[in-house]
């Protein structure tokens, strides 16, 4: 148990410490959400109706904005195979490490998203279903580009093709989080079952993304 | 034979080589029955008039492109599993094939979507679908490229395929429910016309010569990476043969 509490903080210390920290993630999704208007125009009405939409792409394309280093770090002076070595089992050395960097940079979003959700015209309700959809969906985002980070871990710049396959896969995660936010201030849409879908999504990633990644990872040492 | 006769590649090969001529007139003789068929005794549909004969295109190589996945993911099993030594060729072969047959399904709907719902594009749940199969074929390639190693890009490659086809059927049933969501009514309604065998048996003999094409392909293909893989080693050998290391250590040493 010490060592899985010393990997999560240290994990987390990174994460929040190097390269910008928690807060690059923050800005580039403030930046996205941003651009927005300037696209589709500043017309509240249909910002309104987009919001939620809005929101869930910044957080994903935020999401996978970190998502390289998760591994690569690791792999680059040695750190992973001393895990391996060391026999810790390595699905939940991913689960650890997935959990620390969801604390550091997806957590952060979460918190941000009520803020940013005022510059798209949300009504409170919404902002409330927007901001638990991403609670709920941003851990799936994590765990399942994880995967895409195990797979890429050996490739120098794999930052680009990561993000090409982590995207398929992270589409039923977009699709039943802004339906259920959006499905919060509609009068016909229903908003239990797109939110209860949301959250077998997680706790499924939970499962495929710490095996699949590890896996991977096992495979990716010299 | 078992599957394990086949690890060996030259045996491999050998039965390639005998068994490729019989696929590849096989091939040609059920396309030239089928598309005859789908052109010339297949009736018009009452709705659809002459577009309907684009279906003896389009629905095989639909049906291709799932079946290809399937025979990755089955591969990727064979690799991560019993690290069977042609499993991981199986699924670099496979991976273009089935990108092929996905875009032949985009593109001649695409072409049939045209007369019948006026628009080149429709974000039907399936073209969707079919889309998003696609661009995860596409990602596949990328990564066979991108990692130089076979061997780490095969196990790479085979977590990623499995991982897809646990959730392909998820995106397909995302897809459908968001679709449903967005637009309930669509001008093209697939249970329309019910399939008589006029129809049927075309598209039967469509799909069955696309299978012998598969199988070709895939034969070839495999067979070329195996020969691809030889050339690497051999040229990995012959790069690190002695006389060029004391050469380079000699230069080292004279400056």
Redesign the interface.
């Known amino acids: 148990m010490a060592w899985m509490k010393s990997l999560f903080l240290k994990e987390f210390q990174l994460g929040v410490r190097v390269g910008g920290g928690a807060l690059i993630g923050v800005l580039f999704f403030l930046a996205v959400v941003t651009v927005f208007p300037f696209g589709v125009g500043p017309d509240l009405k249909m910002l309104a109706r987009i919001g939620a939409a809005v929101l869930w792409i910044g957080a994903l394309l935020a999401t996978l904005l970190g998502l390289d280093r998760l591994f690569q770090t690791d792999r680059e002076d040695g750190t992973l195979d001393l895990y391996l070595m060391a026999g810790r089992p390595m699905e939940l050395v991913v689960l650890i490490k997935c959990a620390a960097h969801w604390c550091a940079t997806g957590l952060p979003l979460v918190v941000a998203a009520p803020v940013l959700s005022l510059f798209v015209n949300l009504e409170p309700v919404a902002i409330g279903a927007v901001t638990l959809t991403l609670l709920i969906g941003t851990p799936a985002l994590t765990l399942i580009g994880a995967?895409?980070a195990?797979?890429?871990v050996?490739?120098r710049r794999?930052g680009v093709?990561l993000s090409?396959?982590v995207?398929?896969?992270a589409?039923?995660t977009l699709?039943?989080g802004v339906?259920a936010a959006t499905a919060a201030v509609s009068q016909v849409?229903p908003f239990k079952a797109?939110l209860l879908?949301l959250c077998a999504?997680t706790l499924?990633s939970f499962v495929?993304g710490p095996f699949?990644a590890a896996?991977?990872l096992r495979?990716?040492g010299d | 034979m078992t599957l394990f006769d086949l690890a060996n590649p030259t045996r491999f090969l050998s039965l390639v080589q005998r068994v490729l001529p019989w696929l590849v007139g096989a091939t040609l003789i059920a396309f030239a029955l089928g598309l005859y068929m789908a052109f010339f005794t297949a009736p018009q549909d009452y709705q659809m008039g002459n577009t309907v004969r684009i279906m003896y295109v389009h629905v095989p190589a639909a049906w291709l492109a799932m079946f290809c996945y399937s025979m990755m993911a089955a591969s990727s099993i064979g690799t991560?599993v019993w690290k069977h030594p042609l499993a991981d060729v199986s699924a670099k072969a496979a991976a273009p094939i089935g990108a092929a047959f996905a875009f032949l399904a985009l593109f001649t709907g695409s072409v049939w979507g045209k007369p019948m719902w006026g628009t080149w594009w429709e974000w039907d749940a399936r073209l969707t679908s079919v889309l998003?199969l696609f661009?995860?074929y596409?990602?596949i390639i990328?990564?066979w490229q991108?990692?130089e190693?076979p061997i780490?890009a095969g196990?790479?490659?085979a977590?990623?395929t499995?991982?897809?086809a646990?959730?392909l059927p998820?995106?397909k049933?995302?897809?459908d429910?968001?679709n449903t969501?967005h637009q309930p009514a669509s001008v093209f309604k697939a249970d329309g016309p019910a399939i008589t065998t006029s129809i049927l048996v075309p598209l039967l003999m469509m799909a069955l010569a696309y299978t012998l094409l598969l199988m070709t392909l895939h034969f070839m293909a495999m067979r070329n990476e195996i020969y691809r893989r030889r050339i690497r080693a051999m040229r990995m050998r012959s790069a690190s043969a002695a006389p060029a290391v004391n050469k380079l250590a000699g230069v080292q040493e004279a400056n």
């Open positions: 995967i895409g195990g797979v890429t050996t490739l794999g093709l090409i396959l995207i398929p896969l589409i039923p699709i039943f339906s849409a797109p879908f999504i499924m495929i699949a896996t991977a495979n990716a | 991560l998003i661009i995860m596409l990602g990328a990564l991108t990692v190693d780490k196990k790479a490659n977590v990623l499995l991982v897809g646990i959730n998820i995106i049933f995302s897809v429910w968001w969501l």
